[in-house]
Structure formats: C-alpha cells, structure tokens
C-alpha cells in the first residue's frame, strides 16, 4: 500500500514557476514508476508527465515539454514536477499517482495509487 500526498501548489503569474512535490508512504518506493497528472474544470484527468523506476527515463506530454521537469529523490521518497515557464492553460489539479513496475505509463487506468490533488491557477 502506497499513500502519496502532493503540495506545492499554488498561484502564480503567467511566465512563473511552481515545484510541486508528492511524498509517498510505503515501502519500496523505487520499484514504483511515478506520474503526474492534470484535471481543469470541466475537463477530463489528462497526463502530464512520467517517470521509470529508476529515473532514468521521462515522458512528457507535448504541451509542457521544454518547461516541465519531472525528477525523484528515492531517498526521500518524493518525486517532483518543476514548472516553469507557467501559463494559464496550466491551470489545473495536479495529482500524483504511482504504480508498481518498470515501465513508461501514460494513461491513468495504469496507475494503481493517487494522492488528493494540489491546485495550480496561472493568471494572465
């Protein structure tokens, strides 16, 4: 069982930047591939970014390539999104999500854990 909680959050100017941060309860925490995930108003939970096990490889959705940055710090149990470069399309919940195993995944279904939710709001 894995418990993953975000923070970091926050509002911020168009053009700023915003590191969200989920620490994750639970052993193991470097056997499991980690997520970040986004949901506006009204919209559906779309993907944002990914990380493999053993961070040595990310996947990023094509709209926050170049400005976002997912990374983890297994010893802290805690994997990061540095957002720079912010817009007001950004605006969102940002949810971490993990799940066991070596792999890039995309889709939400594929996560097995969720944390609560941290709220991003870029003004223009």
């Known amino acids: 069982q894995v418990q993953l909680v975000e923070s970091g959050g926050g509002l911020v100017q168009a053009g700023g930047s915003l590191r969200l941060s989920c620490a994750a309860s639970?052993?193991?925490?470097?056997?499991?591939?980690m997520g970040w995930f986004r949901q506006a108003p009204g919209e559906e939970r779309e993907f944002v970014a990914t990380?493999?096990?053993?961070?040595?490889?990310?996947v990023y959705t094509d709209s926050v390539k170049g400005r976002f940055t997912i990374f983890r710090d297994d010893a802290k149990n805690t994997v990061y999104l540095e957002m720079n470069s912010l817009k007001p399309e950004d605006t969102a919940v940002y949810y971490c999500?993990?799940?066991?195993?070596?792999?890039?995944?995309?889709?939400?279904?594929?996560?097995?854990?969720w944390g609560q939710g941290t709220q991003v709001t870029v003004s223009s």
């Open positions: 990380i493999f096990q053993s961070g040595a490889s990310a």
């Open positions: 639970g052993r193991f925490f470097s056997s499991y591939s």
């Open positions: 999500a993990a799940v066991l195993g070596g792999g890039i995944y995309r889709r939400s279904i594929d996560y097995d854990y």
